[in-house]
Protein backbone atom coordinates (compact mmCIF):
# COMPACT_ATOMS: atom_id res chain seq x y z
CA UNK A 1 0.00 0.00 0.00
CA UNK A 2 1.21 3.49 -1.31
CA UNK A 3 0.74 6.43 1.24
CA UNK A 4 -0.07 9.98 -0.95
CA UNK A 5 0.23 13.15 0.44
CA UNK A 6 -1.10 15.59 -1.67
CA UNK A 7 -3.31 18.52 -2.51
CA UNK A 8 -5.28 19.79 -5.70
CA UNK A 9 -2.54 21.30 -8.04
CA UNK A 10 -1.14 20.08 -10.99
CA UNK A 11 1.81 18.70 -9.41
CA UNK A 12 -0.67 16.53 -6.73
CA UNK A 13 -2.44 15.43 -9.81
CA UNK A 14 0.81 14.37 -11.33
CA UNK A 15 0.78 11.89 -8.44
CA UNK A 16 -2.63 10.67 -8.19
CA UNK A 17 -3.43 10.20 -12.21
CA UNK A 18 -0.21 7.98 -12.00
CA UNK A 19 -1.20 5.98 -9.78
CA UNK A 20 -5.09 5.57 -10.46
CA UNK A 21 -3.27 4.69 -14.59
CA UNK A 22 -1.43 2.39 -12.86
CA UNK A 23 -4.53 0.50 -10.77
CA UNK A 24 -1.95 0.62 -7.63
CA UNK A 25 -3.53 0.11 -4.17
CA UNK A 26 -3.19 3.75 -2.25
CA UNK A 27 -4.65 5.99 0.32
CA UNK A 28 -5.16 9.80 0.29
CA UNK A 29 -3.45 12.30 3.18
CA UNK A 30 -5.12 15.44 2.18
CA UNK A 31 -2.61 18.26 2.77
CA UNK A 32 -3.93 21.47 3.61
CA UNK A 33 -1.71 24.33 1.77
CA UNK A 34 -3.57 27.22 3.70
CA UNK A 35 -3.14 25.57 7.28
CA UNK A 36 0.67 25.20 5.99
CA UNK A 37 0.66 21.12 6.84
CA UNK A 38 3.60 20.99 4.04
CA UNK A 39 5.25 22.13 6.69
CA UNK A 40 4.95 20.51 9.94
CA UNK A 41 7.53 18.54 11.07
CA UNK A 42 5.75 15.28 10.44
CA UNK A 43 5.45 16.09 6.57
CA UNK A 44 9.06 17.51 6.58
CA UNK A 45 10.35 14.40 7.64
CA UNK A 46 8.84 12.69 4.58
CA UNK A 47 9.25 15.66 2.30
CA UNK A 48 12.19 17.88 3.47
CA UNK A 49 11.31 20.54 1.01
CA UNK A 50 7.94 20.86 2.63
CA UNK A 51 5.83 21.15 -0.59
CA UNK A 52 3.21 18.52 -1.86
CA UNK A 53 3.38 15.48 -3.17
CA UNK A 54 5.03 12.91 -1.65
CA UNK A 55 4.51 9.39 -1.06
CA UNK A 56 5.46 7.11 1.14
CA UNK A 57 5.28 3.13 -0.20
CA UNK A 58 4.23 0.99 2.46
CA UNK A 59 5.48 -2.38 1.17
CA UNK A 60 8.75 -1.24 0.59
CA UNK A 61 9.97 -0.48 4.42
CA UNK A 62 7.67 2.78 4.47
CA UNK A 63 10.15 4.07 1.88
CA UNK A 64 9.46 8.06 0.90
CA UNK A 65 9.78 9.81 -1.87
CA UNK A 66 9.30 13.15 -3.12
CA UNK A 67 9.19 15.37 -5.97
CA UNK A 68 6.52 14.78 -8.18
CA UNK A 69 8.45 13.43 -11.28
CA UNK A 70 10.78 11.23 -9.01
CA UNK A 71 6.96 9.90 -7.62
CA UNK A 72 6.06 9.30 -11.33
CA UNK A 73 9.28 7.51 -12.30
CA UNK A 74 9.40 5.99 -9.12
CA UNK A 75 5.63 4.10 -9.53
CA UNK A 76 5.86 3.18 -13.20
CA UNK A 77 9.17 1.45 -12.29
CA UNK A 78 7.69 -0.37 -9.79
CA UNK A 79 4.19 -1.21 -11.73
CA UNK A 80 6.34 -1.70 -15.02
CA UNK A 81 4.19 0.26 -17.23
CA UNK A 82 4.01 4.31 -18.82
CA UNK A 83 8.56 4.04 -18.80
CA UNK A 84 9.76 2.32 -21.36
CA UNK A 85 12.62 -0.33 -20.25
CA UNK A 86 14.95 0.03 -23.45
CA UNK A 87 17.35 2.90 -22.87
CA UNK A 88 16.49 5.19 -25.87
CA UNK A 89 12.49 4.98 -25.03
CA UNK A 90 13.19 5.11 -21.69
CA UNK A 91 15.28 8.77 -22.55
CA UNK A 92 12.40 10.00 -24.60
CA UNK A 93 9.87 9.48 -21.99
CA UNK A 94 12.43 11.34 -19.57
CA UNK A 95 13.36 14.00 -21.81
CA UNK A 96 9.25 14.74 -22.02
CA UNK A 97 9.03 14.58 -18.44
CA UNK A 98 11.62 16.82 -17.47
CA UNK A 99 10.48 19.23 -20.42
CA UNK A 100 7.84 19.76 -17.97
CA UNK A 101 9.44 20.29 -15.00
CA UNK A 102 11.89 22.38 -15.98
CA UNK A 103 9.86 24.59 -18.32
CA UNK A 104 6.09 23.55 -18.30
CA UNK A 105 5.59 23.50 -15.20
CA UNK A 106 7.56 26.47 -13.63
CA UNK A 107 6.61 28.83 -16.21
CA UNK A 108 2.91 28.16 -15.65
CA UNK A 109 3.11 28.47 -12.24
CA UNK A 110 4.96 31.73 -12.24
CA UNK A 111 1.98 32.85 -15.03
CA UNK A 112 -0.31 32.14 -12.04
CA UNK A 113 1.46 33.92 -9.28
CA UNK A 114 1.57 37.27 -11.49
CA UNK A 115 -1.77 36.69 -13.27
CA UNK A 116 -3.65 35.99 -10.64
CA UNK A 117 -2.63 36.45 -7.06
CA UNK A 118 0.25 38.96 -6.85
CA UNK A 119 -1.40 41.92 -4.98
CA UNK A 120 0.22 44.58 -8.14
CA UNK A 121 0.07 44.10 -11.83
CA UNK A 122 3.34 43.80 -13.18
CA UNK A 123 2.53 43.81 -16.65
CA UNK A 124 6.21 43.42 -18.44
CA UNK A 125 6.27 40.22 -15.61
CA UNK A 126 3.25 38.96 -16.34
CA UNK A 127 3.57 39.10 -20.25
CA UNK A 128 6.99 37.17 -20.05
CA UNK A 129 5.93 34.29 -18.35
CA UNK A 130 2.90 34.33 -20.48
CA UNK A 131 4.90 34.54 -23.44
CA UNK A 132 7.13 31.27 -22.31
CA UNK A 133 4.50 29.38 -21.56
CA UNK A 134 2.89 30.68 -25.19
CA UNK A 135 6.02 29.42 -26.49
CA UNK A 136 6.32 26.01 -24.73
CA UNK A 137 3.15 25.33 -26.04
CA UNK A 138 3.94 26.16 -29.43
CA UNK A 139 7.01 23.31 -28.70
CA UNK A 140 4.45 20.75 -27.59
CA UNK A 141 2.17 21.61 -30.27
CA UNK A 142 4.98 20.75 -32.76
CA UNK A 143 5.93 17.63 -31.84
CA UNK A 144 2.14 16.71 -31.14
CA UNK A 145 1.78 17.61 -35.19
CA UNK A 146 2.91 14.39 -36.17
CA UNK A 147 3.11 12.11 -32.35
CA UNK A 148 -0.08 10.78 -31.03
CA UNK A 149 1.39 10.96 -27.57
CA UNK A 150 4.85 13.03 -26.50
CA UNK A 151 7.07 9.90 -26.35
CA UNK A 152 5.63 7.03 -28.17
CA UNK A 153 2.53 5.47 -26.11
CA UNK A 154 1.13 6.94 -23.16
CA UNK A 155 3.30 7.27 -20.70
CA UNK A 156 4.30 9.39 -17.62
CA UNK A 157 5.48 12.51 -19.87
CA UNK A 158 1.99 12.81 -21.65
CA UNK A 159 0.71 12.51 -17.93
CA UNK A 160 2.89 15.40 -16.29
CA UNK A 161 2.75 18.04 -19.16
CA UNK A 162 -1.14 17.13 -19.46
CA UNK A 163 -1.51 17.91 -15.48
CA UNK A 164 -0.33 21.54 -16.20
CA UNK A 165 -1.39 22.02 -19.88
CA UNK A 166 -5.45 21.36 -18.95
CA UNK A 167 -5.11 24.21 -16.80
CA UNK A 168 -3.73 26.99 -19.50
CA UNK A 169 -6.60 29.34 -18.72
CA UNK A 170 -6.18 29.96 -14.89
CA UNK A 171 -1.86 30.86 -16.94
CA UNK A 172 -4.10 33.13 -19.09
CA UNK A 173 -2.73 31.28 -22.04
CA UNK A 174 -4.76 30.90 -25.36
CA UNK A 175 -5.15 26.84 -26.55
CA UNK A 176 -6.85 28.00 -29.46
CA UNK A 177 -3.52 28.16 -31.31
CA UNK A 178 -2.61 24.79 -30.23
CA UNK A 179 -4.87 22.33 -32.58
CA UNK A 180 -2.75 19.65 -31.85
CA UNK A 181 -2.18 20.31 -28.19
CA UNK A 182 -5.94 20.33 -27.75
CA UNK A 183 -6.40 16.85 -29.34
CA UNK A 184 -3.73 15.75 -27.41
CA UNK A 185 -5.35 17.25 -23.88
CA UNK A 186 -9.01 15.97 -25.23
CA UNK A 187 -7.89 12.51 -25.57
CA UNK A 188 -6.30 12.26 -21.92
CA UNK A 189 -9.23 13.86 -20.30
CA UNK A 190 -11.72 11.03 -21.48
CA UNK A 191 -9.10 8.42 -20.44
CA UNK A 192 -10.86 7.14 -16.90
CA UNK A 193 -7.47 6.96 -14.92
CA UNK A 194 -6.60 10.69 -15.70
CA UNK A 195 -10.70 11.70 -14.92
CA UNK A 196 -10.53 10.09 -11.35
CA UNK A 197 -6.98 11.28 -10.73
CA UNK A 198 -7.61 15.12 -11.05
CA UNK A 199 -10.66 14.37 -8.65
CA UNK A 200 -7.96 13.77 -6.07
CA UNK A 201 -8.12 14.82 -2.90
CA UNK A 202 -11.17 16.85 -3.90
CA UNK A 203 -12.92 17.18 -6.73
CA UNK A 204 -12.50 21.27 -7.73
CA UNK A 205 -14.43 22.32 -10.78
CA UNK A 206 -12.93 23.39 -14.37
CA UNK A 207 -14.78 26.19 -14.26
CA UNK A 208 -15.29 28.72 -10.98
CA UNK A 209 -18.04 31.02 -10.58
CA UNK A 210 -16.24 34.55 -9.80
CA UNK A 211 -16.83 34.18 -5.88
CA UNK A 212 -15.13 30.69 -6.68
CA UNK A 213 -12.11 32.83 -7.99
CA UNK A 214 -11.99 35.51 -5.40
CA UNK A 215 -12.19 33.35 -2.82
CA UNK A 216 -9.04 30.91 -4.52
CA UNK A 217 -6.93 34.17 -5.20
CA UNK A 218 -6.90 35.24 -1.27
CA UNK A 219 -5.96 32.20 -0.31
CA UNK A 220 -3.55 32.24 -2.41
CA UNK A 221 -2.46 35.79 -1.84
CA UNK A 222 -2.48 34.65 1.64
CA UNK A 223 -0.06 31.97 1.52
CA UNK A 224 2.50 33.95 -0.53
CA UNK A 225 2.55 36.70 1.93
CA UNK A 226 2.80 34.45 4.79
CA UNK A 227 5.65 32.16 2.79
CA UNK A 228 3.10 28.99 4.05
CA UNK A 229 3.34 28.23 0.01
Same mark, same amino acid.
Not at 92 to 103: A, D, E, K, S, Y
Not at 117 to 121: A, G, L, N, V
Given at each position: MIDLYTSATPNGWKASVTLEELELPYTVKAISLQAAEQKTPEFLAINPNGRIPAIVDRAAGDFAVFESGAIMVYLAEKAGRLL??????RS %??? /?? %??? /????IGPMMGQANVFFR?????IQSVIDRYQGEGTRLFGVLNSRLADHEYLAGDYSIADIANWCWVRTYAWSGIEIEPFPHVQRWMDAITVRPGADRGVRIPVDRPSVRTPEEQEAF???????????KN
Open positions: PTDTKG %LVL /QW %LMF /QMGGYWPEKVKAAQSMLQTG
